[in-house]
């Protein structure tokens, strides 16, 4: 299981409250589900899916605010309106993957993703960075590892959460995890098998997280125990 390292301490905040909890992923076409058979096969919904499974007391949402083929500057044109307004406790920002599709200079894209940390942060959203799939056109671009240690970067010099799905991906390619393909035939895309485990496999480290968060906040002393023979006042 990847693990986010960084606490997510208002979404877990909400979970103990037990309030409702609204996470929007927003991204580019692996999450607006490209290559999944139906809405219900992306990665957000699998997500939604996989967190109620494991929180089935609690209210709990996932809006998938994703659009093919934009990366960082598209996206961060449309974060006020398309995620900010939604009041969301989490955003899932998936990013890098079409910006080293159609450049090798990333020079603009490490300002352009500050900023937009900065817009979800200053309302005190809780934020996890998730970086590029594995899969033959990334791999095949020069600068796919030098946007890989950007978004690293720039989710530890903003502590925000950072989901490594290029490595989750990798290991998966690496395990025979997927015999019938792990990538779709346009070498890019991903099918619903793997939607599916992306899914639970982010509900996982999400839960986790949170978890962690729950048992480092200080707990309220215990009661003094009763004296022997003698009665409470």
């Given amino acids: 299981m990847s693990t986010i390292a960084t606490a997510l301490e208002r979404s877990a905040g909400r979970i103990e409250a037990k309030q409702p909890l609204l996470i929007v992923a927003v991204g580019s076409s692996s999450t607006a589900g490209t290559g999944a058979s139906g809405p219900d096969k992306t990665y957000p919904s699998q997500l939604q899916a996989g967190l109620r499974q494991r929180f089935p007391s609690e209210d709990l949402t996932v809006l998938n605010r994703g659009k093919g083929g934009e990366d960082a500057g598209e996206e961060l044109a449309r974060l006020d309106r398309d995620v900010v307004?939604?009041?969301?406790?989490?955003?899932?920002?998936?990013?890098?993957?079409?910006?080293?599709?159609?450049?090798?200079?990333?020079?603009?894209?490490?300002?352009?993703m500050e900023r937009g940390v900065e817009i979800l942060r200053r309302d005190g959203i809780d934020v996890v960075l998730m970086d590029m799939q594995y899969?033959?056109?990334?791999?095949?671009?020069?600068?796919?590892?030098?946007?890989?240690?950007?978004?690293?970067?720039?989710?530890?010099?903003?502590?925000?959460?950072?989901?490594?799905?290029?490595?989750?991906?990798?290991?998966?390619?690496?395990?025979?995890?997927?015999?019938?393909?792990?990538?779709?035939?346009?070498?890019?895309?991903?099918?619903?098998?793997?939607?599916?485990?992306?899914?639970?496999?982010?509900?996982?480290?999400?839960?986790?997280?949170?978890?962690?968060?729950?048992?480092?906040?200080?707990?309220?002393?215990?009661?003094?125990?009763?004296?022997?023979?003698?009665?409470?006042?």
Wanted: charged share 20%.
């Fill in 85 to 112: 307004a939604a009041h969301p406790d989490l955003v899932i920002w998936q990013l890098g993957t079409n910006a080293v599709l159609r450049r090798d200079d990333l020079a603009a894209d490490e300002g352009m």
């Fill in 135 to 233: 899969a033959p056109r990334v791999l095949n671009r020069p600068a796919y590892p030098d946007m890989q240690q950007l978004i690293a970067n720039t989710a530890e010099h903003a502590d925000v959460g950072l989901y490594r799905r290029f490595d989750i991906m990798r290991y998966w390619q690496a395990n025979d995890r997927f015999p019938n393909g792990m990538i779709a035939a346009d070498g890019l895309h991903m099918t619903d098998a793997s939607y599916a485990c992306l899914g639970a496999n982010l509900a996982d480290a999400l839960a986790a997280n949170w978890e962690a968060v729950a048992k480092s906040r200080p707990r309220p002393p215990a009661a003094p125990a009763a004296v022997a023979g003698l009665a409470p006042r």
